[in-house]
């Protein structure tokens, strides 16, 4: 397997994977209610002669290779979208009120261009490639529910990998990071605190309960948990996100809402962080004479890169695109003085590197000097259709590549 040649094979592909793209730009749907692009995910892998089968609520897994008796690796493309109304400035932007703002679209689409490349090479893979379509990424529950129906199973997976398209790159698209072993993407958690008290009048207030005071004291004190009961090097970050209370300015309301998000990068620290923000919003509330309760939605645990495999992707990745476009995520640590990334996004791929030996892949789609200023989740977010075909051979080869070397 010629390096050259497989990125000449997968370039002659750009054309398709941009089509498929924007397609699934257009038709963006969220968590797993993916209903058009699961459809149309399952049209494109059965015209290429694959069998797909439904994992879960909303994933899919098709399966290259077989033929020849090896290991399993697993690729991964997410495919949901977010809740945001698209303001980018391209001819095919959505319209329904939700957008690819993390660029889940170029993801399915790259991965629908390896199983392409896959299937034209499936003679010469050294066991099997699954293939894993999956829903729900933004809400961190779909990596967990396909496991849960067998993701990891018939055949059992031994690796697999994941790439990330990222805007406001200052990279040729199409370059390649890989991240350093152990925690690349921290553990994420929502939450929300429901504050409970006794409405009243406002021009009144002795004669109810605020929940409204309790929980801007509550907002004040979860802050003193990093600043007070952290050590330096225990990173995290808690947000309260959203307060909803009350619908007039002169009524002291029954209760309060804060929902918020928690990231951190062990799992002592998110255990003890949690455990803390209990206490400390259940007995502020009951110095205010309310109640709060405190609850725990999804979330996803931290995403672990296993040693041996980042040494094996970058090896690979360069073997593919080159030394000026494959790179370590400490050389751009050095060559940034030493400083470290300080972006701090979660990824349910977690779920997977949890069980298996996994790695993340971070791609270059979108240079600042070329007009891709606004960052992932922003309405006016692009990305660079250029980074595709590249994207779809870096799946294709890392995982060809692998299976040659762990026969």
């Given at each position: 397997?010629?390096?050259?040649?497989?990125?000449?094979?997968?370039?002659?592909?750009?054309?398709?994977?941009?089509?498929?793209?924007?397609?699934?730009?257009?038709?963006?749907?969220?968590?797993?209610?993916?209903?058009?692009?699961?459809?149309?995910?399952?049209?494109?892998?059965?015209?290429?002669?694959?069998?797909?089968?439904?994992?879960?609520?909303?994933?899919?897994?098709?399966?290259?290779?077989?033929?020849?008796?090896?290991?399993?690796?697993?690729?991964?493309?997410?495919?949901?979208?977010?809740?945001?109304?698209?303001?980018?400035?391209?001819?095919?932007?959505?319209?329904?009120?939700?957008?690819?703002?993390?660029?889940?679209?170029?993801?399915?689409?790259?991965?629908?261009?390896?199983?392409?490349?896959?299937?034209?090479?499936?003679?010469?893979?050294?066991?099997?490639?699954?293939?894993?379509?999956?829903?729900?990424?933004?809400?961190?529950?779909?990596?967990?529910?396909?496991?849960?129906?067998?993701?990891?199973?018939?055949?059992?997976?031994?690796?697999?990998?994941?790439?990330?398209?990222?805007?406001?790159?200052?990279?040729?698209?199409?370059?390649?990071?890989?991240?350093?072993?152990?925690?690349?993407?921290?553990?994420?958690?929502?939450?929300?605190?429901?504050?409970?008290?006794?409405?009243?009048?406002?021009?009144?207030?002795?004669?109810?309960?605020?929940?409204?005071?309790?929980?801007?004291?509550?907002?004040?004190?979860?802050?003193?948990?990093?600043?007070?009961?952290?050590?330096?090097?225990?990173?995290?970050?808690?947000?309260?996100?959203?307060?909803?209370?009350?619908?007039?300015?002169?009524?002291?309301?029954?209760?309060?809402?804060?929902?918020?998000?928690?990231?951190?990068?062990?799992?002592?620290?998110?255990?003890?962080?949690?455990?803390?923000?209990?206490?400390?919003?259940?007995?502020?509330?009951?110095?205010?004479?309310?109640?709060?309760?405190?609850?725990?939605?999804?979330?996803?645990?931290?995403?672990?890169?296993?040693?041996?495999?980042?040494?094996?992707?970058?090896?690979?990745?360069?073997?593919?695109?080159?030394?000026?476009?494959?790179?370590?995520?400490?050389?751009?640590?050095?060559?940034?003085?030493?400083?470290?990334?300080?972006?701090?996004?979660?990824?349910?791929?977690?779920?997977?590197?949890?069980?298996?030996?996994?790695?993340?892949?971070a791609l270059a789609a979108g240079q600042p000097d070329k007009g891709y200023i606004y960052p992932q989740h922003h309405p006016k977010v692009k990305f660079d259709e250029n980074a595709l075909a590249g994207g779809s051979a870096v799946y294709a080869y890392t995982a060809m590549r692998w299976l040659e070397e762990h026969k």
């Amino acid at each position: 397997m010629e390096p050259e040649k497989f990125l000449e094979e997968a370039s002659a592909l750009q054309e398709t994977i941009v089509k498929n793209r924007r397609f699934l730009h257009t038709h963006a749907e969220t968590g797993f209610d993916l209903k058009d692009t699961l459809e149309f995910v399952k049209k494109e892998l059965e015209s290429m002669g694959y069998s797909p089968v439904q994992c879960g609520k909303a994933g899919l897994v098709a399966l290259a290779g077989g033929k020849k008796e090896g290991k399993t690796f697993l690729i991964r493309g997410d495919m949901d979208a977010l809740p945001v109304k698209e303001e980018a400035e391209v001819d095919f932007a959505c319209t329904n009120g939700r957008m690819h703002a993390c660029g889940h679209d170029m993801h399915a689409a790259m991965l629908l261009g390896a199983a392409k490349l896959l299937k034209a090479h499936e003679d010469e893979i050294e066991g099997t490639v699954k293939l894993m379509f999956q829903p729900a990424e933004e809400i961190f529950e779909g990596s967990q529910d396909m496991i849960k129906s067998g993701l990891l199973k018939n055949p059992d997976v031994d690796g697999a990998l994941m790439i990330h398209v990222m805007a406001g790159m200052p990279f040729e698209p199409g370059t390649v990071i890989v991240s350093p072993a152990g925690v690349s993407a921290p553990a994420a958690d929502y939450f929300e605190i429901k504050v409970k008290g006794k409405g009243c009048h406002g021009s009144m207030p002795n004669m109810g309960a605020d929940p409204v005071n309790a929980a801007a004291h509550i907002i004040i004190a979860l802050q003193e948990i990093s600043a007070r009961e952290l050590a330096i090097n225990d990173r995290a970050v808690l947000t309260i996100g959203t307060v909803n209370a009350g619908t007039a300015a002169n009524v002291i309301p029954d209760s309060v809402t804060l929902g918020g998000s928690l990231r951190t990068f062990d799992e002592e620290t998110r255990g003890f962080i949690k455990e803390r923000m209990t206490e400390i919003a259940e007995n502020t509330a009951r110095t205010f004479r309310t109640e709060a309760a405190v609850e725990f939605g999804s979330g996803c645990p931290t995403l672990n890169n296993d040693k041996e495999l980042t040494v094996c992707a970058l090896k690979y990745v360069r073997e593919l695109l080159g030394e000026q476009k494959a790179f370590s995520a400490e050389q751009m640590s050095a060559a940034g003085g030493g400083k470290q990334s300080k972006t701090a996004g979660s990824e349910d791929f977690a779920y997977v590197s949890q069980e298996v030996p996994s790695v993340m892949l971070a791609l270059a789609a979108g240079q600042p000097d070329k007009g891709y200023i606004y960052p992932q989740h922003h309405p006016k977010v692009k990305f660079d259709e250029n980074a595709l075909a590249g994207g779809s051979a870096v799946y294709a080869y890392t995982a060809m590549r692998w299976l040659e070397e762990h026969k």
